[in-house]
């Protein structure tokens, strides 16, 4: 992996004013299956500067003396799962995913998985997914979920898991296979993807943290 695992307590210094910002949006399915529940806009359409400063201050995790240099693109949303319920298995496409709890069940943190063995099959997420939601990001029917969901997550053996815990932050590399562990009914997160991430002169970036773990 590329990136670290990084967990970072109390992230917000305005912890309840973020949670307040985000009762106040409003959240819709885009309509494609692909995640559960619902999501606000892209935050850097409703507040740049909320937006700027949070990615600035995560990087700052991985880069702490020369953050100011990085160049990125980002995707931010909140996100809620007003239904109960527990993740597929799978991997993002991008360069690194966080999570910030904000509100939740205590059962609702992020577990990092790798394949029982190899080979597995690859397909399987888009396979039995697609068989659980409606396009509206819904549980169709809950037995069936259920089904597909053990099938599918039978592949995997767990290798971390992170707790629920509000105004915790979780970064990790998109290529960890990872699920959420329980939606729990009212689950309320703020989920950032970065899609690249380079110095402001192109040089390719490597984390400081991985570096250390190296050369360690």
């Known amino acids: 992996m590329r990136w670290p695992a990084i967990v970072i307590d109390n992230f917000f210094n305005n912890f ?32 740049y500067d909320f937006f700027s400063f949070t990615c600035t201050k995560m990087l700052q995790a991985l880069y702490p003396m020369n953050y100011m240099d990085i160049v990125y693109n980002a995707r931010m949303f909140f996100q809620t799962i007003p239904f109960e319920g527990k993740g597929f298995i ?4 991008n360069e690194i995913s966080s999570i910030i709890y904000i509100r939740g069940s205590e059962a609702g943190g992020t577990s990092l998985f ?23 990001g819904k549980i169709n029917n809950l037995k ?22 509000p105004n915790r932050l979780f970064m ?35 984390s400081h943290v991985t570096e250390a773990k190296k050369w360690g």
């Open 172 to 206: 990790f590399d998109c290529n960890e296979f990872h699920e959420a562990d329980s939606f729990g009914g009212d689950r309320l997160t703020l989920v950032t993807f970065f899609e690249s991430i380079r110095m402001d002169d192109y040089t390719t970036l490597r």
């Open 114 to 136: 790798e394949p029982k063995r190899y080979p597995f099959d690859r397909n399987s997420y888009i396979k039995h997914k697609e068989k659980s939601f409606e396009k509206e």
């Open 16 to 47: 309840k004013d973020v949670e307040k910002f985000a009762d106040s949006l409003e959240y819709t399915h885009s309509g494609n299956g692909n995640y559960p529940g619902y999501r606000s806009k892209q935050v850097h359409e409703i507040d």
């Open 90 to 93: 799978h991997q993002d496409d």
């Open 144 to 165: 069936n979920y259920e089904k597909h969901l053990k099938q599918h997550n039978s592949q995997f053996k767990t290798k971390l898991k992170v707790n629920f815990k």
